[in-house]
């Protein structure tokens, strides 16, 4: 049911039904008093007078005050900060309303003063980085960009707001994966992109913020970076296996072309040829581990069993008994044949460890014994695998991921960078580092795991 009157009058009227009895009684007492006939209309049009103006003071004590805070409620409302309310006695109800709106009104300032202030450093840093940024509405239409965006268009902004991702030409970055590197033509240049997309909420309404990154020329430098340091390792693994061939090849061709032959001469050709092609197997070992390295095919992913295959592989290695620290029953997607090649290398390195030592003796502390162990457990969504030795532990690791950098005389010093590889093509990664409970090292591969 509506309320016939505003608060106002229901007020006004409450007041006067509350003095009407005290009023009425003063009426009766007058009336019965012996006054004279006009002193009474009198007396009686002075009260009336009386009755009605207190009724209408208590209403202006109530409702001024009232006006007062819609007053300022209004203005928060509108973004005025700068009116306050005159404060009231403490303790006092109305007081402390008042009190409170004025430390919400300064609060309120201080939060939009600290927002236009980050907004404008905003707006300066996106103007600055030499990064294109758009923002598309779920038309999707472009409602904001910078001006490395319009450069890459090729036009200013108030041609390019509220066009579509089509009419922009940049429909297709706004599908697919939501973080890649691809090939592109853009009005403003041509090369190689860095493509992030990422989901924000305006309004109640889902946006898409899309961030273009030309990494072409990052991308050149670190090739040829990368180009360098391959250069300075093949050159030095070729030079190494070319000068002595030289050298002996020389000493033979002179040994030939003497006019009288020594009587060793057939011992001496046997060892250069010897040499020679000892050192053409090392550059061929080298380069058949460099195509390995470089042809590194995509994980083939499955279902497999943890526990039966980390048996399968420990079995493989026959120097020394591995101990197997049992974890709980996993299954594994991933690619377990190239999986198996990194747990390989890891026993392999982890028992190379454990029995380096004088004439190829165990490495043995005064109260431990060489042991390889294998432990598997699940950190969250990953799986663990931790593969621990007693041996010397590593003295640096610094270039336990050079490619070709090996402390073992018949090392290739690619197994670690295999390893790593795969782990990172598995979404995983691959540490090294010495145990902090014991003598000796500790491996740990981590993979994802549902």
């Not at 006006?67 to 006695?89: H, I, K, M, P, W």
């Not at 904001?144 to 429909?171: I, M, Q």
């Amino acid at each position: 049911m509506k309320r016939a009157f505003g608060f106002e009058r229901n007020f006004l009227f409450s007041s006067l039904l509350w003095s009407l009895p005290g009023t009425a009684a003063a009426l009766a007492l007058l009336w019965h008093s012996g006054l004279e006939l006009g002193l009474r209309w009198g007396a009686t049009a002075v009260l009336g007078c009386l009755y009605l103006c207190a009724a209408f003071v208590l209403r202006a004590k109530v409702v001024r005050p009232l006006q007062t805070v819609s007053n300022l409620l209004a203005n928060l409302r509108e973004g005025d900060f700068s009116t306050r309310a005159s404060s009231g006695l403490p303790g006092d109800a109305l007081g402390q309303v008042l009190l409170e709106l004025n430390t919400l009104s300064r609060l309120l300032y201080e939060q939009r003063l600290g927002a236009l202030e980050a907004t404008a450093l905003l707006r300066k840093v996106m103007e600055e980085i030499d990064v294109a940024v758009f923002a598309f509405d779920e038309a999707p239409k472009l409602k904001l960009t910078n001006r490395a965006g319009e450069r890459l268009l090729g036009a200013p902004s108030e041609r390019l707001l509220n066009c579509t991702a089509a009419e922009l030409k940049l429909a297709e970055c706004l599908e697919g994966d939501p973080a890649r590197v691809v090939q592109a033509s853009f009005p403003g240049g041509t090369g190689r992109w860095s493509l992030r997309r990422g989901t924000f909420w305006q309004g109640g309404q889902p946006c898409q913020l899309l961030v273009v990154a030309d990494v072409s020329r990052a991308l050149r430098e670190e090739e040829r970076q990368a180009w360098q340091r391959l250069v300075r390792v093949l050159g030095h693994e070729i030079n190494n296996s070319l000068a002595p061939i030289k050298s002996i090849s020389g000493s033979l061709t002179d040994l030939l072309a003497r006019d009288w032959l020594p009587a060793d001469w057939r011992d001496d050709m046997t060892r250069g040829l010897g040499v020679i092609s000892t050192r053409a197997e090392a550059l061929g070992r080298f380069m058949g581990a460099y195509t390995q390295l470089a042809r590194l095919p995509p994980p083939r992913k499955q279902w497999f069993e943890i526990e039966p295959w980390l048996e399968r592989v420990v079995r493989l290695e026959t120097r020394l008994p591995i101990l197997i620290e049992r974890g709980p029953g996993l299954s594994l997607k991933a690619d377990s044949d190239q999986l198996e090649q990194v747990l390989i290398n890891l026993l392999r390195n982890a028992v190379d460890a454990v029995l380096k030592g004088d004439a190829g003796a165990i490495r043995q502390g005064p109260a431990q014994k060489p042991e390889v162990k294998v432990i598997w457990t699940k950190l969250g969504r990953e799986l663990e695998i931790r593969v621990e030795d007693s041996g010397p532990g590593l003295p640096s690791t610094t270039n336990l991921f050079v490619p070709f950098f090996t402390t073992k005389p018949t090392g290739s010093g690619i197994g670690l960078v295999l390893s790593r590889q795969i782990a990172e093509a598995h979404e995983g990664s691959l540490v090294l580092e010495n145990r902090k409970d014991a003598p000796g090292c500790a491996a740990r591969l981590r993979l994802p795991c549902e």
